[in-house]
């Protein structure tokens, strides 16, 4: 039996067909459909299905990102420590973080959360056994907040806070009926983050409360074949990856339009396994999303960073890349139509992977450890950006990242560069759970040569 690996997209909708072993028999992508004008977003699905003549009995395994995919406010005891380890969990699981807010919550507060449009809010707070107030008078403005409307048309709550309170917080959010998904606590001691209970019960609200009421398709089938949000399934694909790369750590970076988003997985070691009071561990299994770094909508906004990073001095003609990212920035949809133009795309490609990666590997925080990249053994790019050039222009882009010694930041010793050219991260994310040995064979697809 064959199995059709699916990703709605913002931008394009993503198939892969595969055998039941986990050999690729081909993909394909198209515009998505439904999310801008009329339409049903399964249109594209379905020019996907006949393009690929995937067969009526395939198993279809789904992920999206449709209309802005998973908006995410974060509400924590105090900024440094708990509300920052909520916003690196939300991250992880496939969230773009949209508010963070720390302490008691006022009515001002309610207001930024509400204006920030999120899809779900994560409510952590306190080690367990540590302080509770807060998370319950968090859970009491959350509850009578009109946030995304009331009772159970609300925005529901992903509550992983303090493990002894809990359930009082919950009973609290439940006396107006606002949706609710119990989780264990982001941080449970100073120093110690466990993400895994929190991202497995934000993709169960995901599932639940989020992906069908987004008017994405009048198709019920649509919100019942998705099963992740898609960068979700692309951390565990990159999971999957770090299983067949020869045991060494993984680190990928996806140029996109909009974002360019860094995941990687780390094994820790030495002083990095340990625990200090005072910083907190880095996420082993992680991603970033640098928001303000996108080859088109935030064309602009790279060189601008590139610039603060003092990259530019690299760039051949600084000048004519200002310029370009301007017209991109402004025409969104525009390609490269010339030699140069290529030239130049590569550029800001370079620039978002470089600036991407340092704040990746870099703490944000005074309380977080750095992230150890100089393990890394296999370095992945995707987007479209690098799926669409040559070798030449991979090397450009990625071989800067490996070279990057002025950054800050310890760059991998005898890593080795290659590109999800398939686009099938995500494919091995989707089957990691129920399917792990044609995961593997999926990933293994994509693992850079010796």
Known sequence: MTIFAVDFGSTFTKGALLADDGTVLGTASTPTTGTQRSGDILDGYRELRARLDVPDDAVVRACSSAGGGLRLAVVGYERTVTAQAGHRVGLSAGAKVVHV???????????????????MILLVGGTDGGNSNVLLHNAARLARGAIGGHGAHAVPVVLAGNAEARDEAAAVLATTNRPTVLADNVLPQIGVIAPESARASIREAFLHHVIGGKGLSRDPAFAAMVEAATPDAVLGGVEVLASVADGGDVLVVDVGGATTDVYSCLTPEGEDAGLRKDVVAPLWHARTVEGDLGMRWNAEHVVEAAEAEHLLKSVPDAEALRAYAGRVHEHPGSLPVDALERGLDLELARLAALVAVRRHARPAQPTEAPRPLAN??????????????????????????????AGGWKVPRAARATVDTAYLLFAAGLLAADAPDVARTVAAQITPAP
């Open 101 to 119: 807010a720390a302490g008691e919550l006022t009515t001002a507060d309610v207001a930024g959360i509400r204006a920030a449009r999120p899809d």
């Open 376 to 405: 890394v053994t296999a370095l992945v790019g995707s987007g479209g950006v690098l799926r669409h050039t040559d070798d030449a222009g991979r090397e450009h882009v990625l071989g800067a990242v490996l070279a990057d010694h």
